[in-house]
């Protein structure tokens, strides 16, 4: 069930990423764009800076009161990769 859980979390950020330009990103993780905020989880993608592509990696971290998360304007649209 994990597996099939973290494929739709998978499907779902990247669909979601790559939509946009402005993206929040995790202060402590700076190359984890964040494409979903739920109650209490924070869906984020890795992503390469210079191409703007998506890379496997998706996190799917608890919202703590210590989460700090950062405005990047002009950050996207971020694609997946060819």
């Known amino acids: 069930m994990f597996f099939s859980l ?11 990423a790559e ?7 995790l202060a402590d993780l700076p190359e984890r764009a964040v494409v979903r905020v739920y109650s ?8 390469d800076r210079a191409t703007k592509t998506i890379l496997s990696n998706v996190l799917v971290r608890k919202t703590e009161k ?10 996207g649209p971020l694609r997946r990769p060819n």
Do not use: H, P, W
């Open 6 to 16: 973290s494929g739709i979390a998978q499907l779902t950020g990247r669909g979601q």
């Open 19 to 25: 939509t946009k330009k402005d993206y929040f990103i």
């Open 40 to 47: 209490d989880r924070i869906l984020a993608v890795q992503f």
């Open 66 to 75: 210590d989460s700090f998360l950062l405005l990047e304007k002009n950050l």
